[in-house]
Nanobody, 129 residues
C-alpha cells in the first residue's frame, strides 16, 4: 500500500481543516491507519488511529489527549481514504501531518511510530494566532 496525505493549509486559531489520506491498493480496508504530526525541532507524535475493517482492530479509534474532543478520524473504504477532521485549531497544532499504516495482522501499539511501516509524504498545517 502507498499513502498520500493532503488537505493542509493556513488557518486562523479556532478554525477547521480536513486532512485526507488516500491509499492505493485493493486491501486498503485491511490496514490500521494512524495520523501523526511533527513540529519543527520536535519528535513525531501520535494524533489518532482508526482500525481496519475486520480483525483485532476493527471498530477502534483512539486520540492523543491534546486533540480529544477537537479532532475526529474516519475512513471510507470504498474510496480508500482516511480523513482527519480538525476543529478548534490552536497554534500548537502547527506541524507537518503524516498518515501511516501498520503491517497487516495483529495490531501493534497504535501510538508508537515504530508500529507503522509505511508513511505518506506529509501535509503542512499552520495555525496562526
Amino acid at each position: 500500500v502507498q499513502l498520500q496525505a493532503s488537505g493542509g493549509g493556513l488557518v486562523q486559531s479556532g478554525g477547521s481543516l480536513r486532512l485526507s489520506c488516500l491509499g492505493s491498493g485493493r486491501a486498503f480496508s485491511e490496514y490500521v491507519i494512524g495520523w501523526f504530526r511533527q513540529a519543527p525541532g520536535k519528535e513525531r507524535e501520535f494524533v489518532a488511529h482508526i482500525g481496519a475493517r475486520i480483525g483485532w482492530s476493527a471498530g477502534t479509534t483512539s486520540y492523543a489527549d491534546s486533540v480529544k474532543g477537537r479532532f475526529t478520524i474516519s475512513r471510507d473504504n470504498a474510496k480508500n481514504t482516511v480523513d482527519l477532521q480538525m476543529n478548534s485549531l490552536r497554534p500548537e497544532d502547527t506541524a507537518v501531518y503524516f498518515c501511516a499504516t501498520q503491517p497487516r495482522g495483529r495490531p501493534q501499539s497504535y501510538s508508537r511510530t515504530s508500529s507503522y511501516n509505511v508513511w505518506g509524504q506529509g501535509t503542512q498545517v499552520t495555525v496562526s494566532s
